[in-house]
């Protein structure tokens, strides 16, 4: 029984992690879904969500005005959660080149903010950004072509993570992103994208819903295009620019409230995760999300089953120190980071832990019932 245990977490963690991208890559090469794009300039809003971002805003703000699109075509929204520092002044002194304010009676949120300001925006395409994520000029150009299909509701760029210090923690989530878009690649050329990217992604503004308080919006708004016959769709050309969390503790906690959120979502439409439903989408979603955020259940029954076997069996044994060698990594890495020390051999054991652990926790916060609304910035300041 120990023995069917250990086989059967095992099973479910290959599936996770390499069985369903091989899923993924086989069905994008046999069922390909390709997006039929062309020119298209369709009016745009660009809506910036904010709160207490006033080292950033105004740089983010320059980078959205240079943005390579047609200026009469082109309404940029900052919508502020309520902030208490200069943010709402900086929004402001750019009014004269265009830029509006919308600012919050009352702190609900980031998707509340975003809520609020679509019902505002005049554009047939709604763009939603971070403060702190810089876009490269052609990003609109290269997505708004995808709107022409008329069953694309929803599209996301590529972020590359830029780590100027070179940390740990900064390397693993570019290890980290990197195979989430290889995902994203595939799932978007099989059926539709799961979730987005929250720091830059597009929704028709005919086919936004809005959405609950503490809904993770960069996720659950795939599922809203699902339901309504539409699509969510990636598209790697379009690029913008983001700085990684550095400290071990801050990528946690962030990760933990992801986490949370994303399974009250599930939770909230799990009819959705009804095969015979929702077809090929559900199985994304069991694959991408549930199985992936359940492994460290399964981790954790490999390292008692196979501590247990050890004694009586050398392929447990190696099996077992393997595993106690790569968790000692990860905490080495954590150690190091402490002293300013990195070491990029150790930042893949590191950030896989973190990514696990921030999983187990907030899978006790979901059950507990704890749920996330408001939020902070969690960049280094």
Not at 150 to 173: E, L
Request: proline share 4%.
């Amino acid at each position: 029984m120990v023995e069917v245990i250990f086989w059967l977490s095992v099973a479910a963690v290959a599936y996770a992690y390499v069985g369903y991208p091989l899923l993924l890559t086989l069905f994008s090469k046999i069922r390909p879904k390709p997006v039929r794009s062309q020119s298209w300039t369709p009016s745009v809003s660009v809506i910036i969500a904010a709160y207490n971002e006033e080292r950033d805003l105004a740089a983010k703000l320059e980078n959205t005005l240079a943005l390579d699109y047609p200026k009469s075509q082109l309404e940029i929204i900052v919508t502020s959660d309520c902030s208490s520092d200069r943010t709402d002044e900086i929004a402001r002194s750019f009014s004269p080149r265009g830029v509006r304010l919308h600012r919050q009676e009352e702190r609900h949120g980031k998707t509340a903010a975003q809520n609020a300001a679509v019902t505002k925006a005049r554009g047939e395409i709604i763009v939603f950004s971070d403060a702190t994520t810089h876009y490269r000029p052609d990003v609109l150009r290269l997505m708004m072509p995808a709107f022409a299909d008329p069953t694309v509701g929803c599209a996301t760029g590529r972020v590359i993570y830029q780590d100027v210090k070179d940390s740990s923690v900064g390397a693993g989530t570019q290890s980290y992103w990197n195979y989430e878009f290889f995902l994203k690649k595939h799932e978007s050329n099989v059926c539709s994208l799961i979730g987005v990217c929250g720091c830059m992604y597009a929704v028709r503004k005919s086919a936004y819903v809005p959405l609950y308080n503490d809904a993770c919006s960069d996720f659950i708004i795939a599922t809203t295009m699902v339901e309504q016959g539409l699509r969510a769709v990636y598209v790697p050309e379009a690029v913008c620019m983001e700085e990684p969390n550095r400290q071990a503790k801050k990528e946690l906690k962030a990760r933990v409230r992801i986490i949370s959120q994303t399974f009250s979502d599930l939770w909230r439409n799990r009819s959705v995760l009804n095969p015979f439903r929702s077809g090929f989408y559900a199985i994304q979603l069991w694959s991408h999300k549930v199985m992936r955020y359940l492994v460290p259940i399964c981790l954790i029954l490999i390292f008692l089953t196979s501590g247990f076997l050890a004694s009586s069996n050398v392929f447990y044994a190696a099996l077992f120190v393997g595993q106690l060698a790569f968790y000692s990594a990860a905490l080495v890495s954590w150690v190091l980071e402490r002293f300013g020390v990195t070491l990029r051999l150790l930042a893949l054991p590191q950030y896989f832990v973190i990514t696990n652990l921030a999983s187990l926790i907030a899978v006790v916060k979901f059950v507990s019932g704890e749920t996330y609304t408001k939020w902070e910035p969690s960049r280094e300041r």
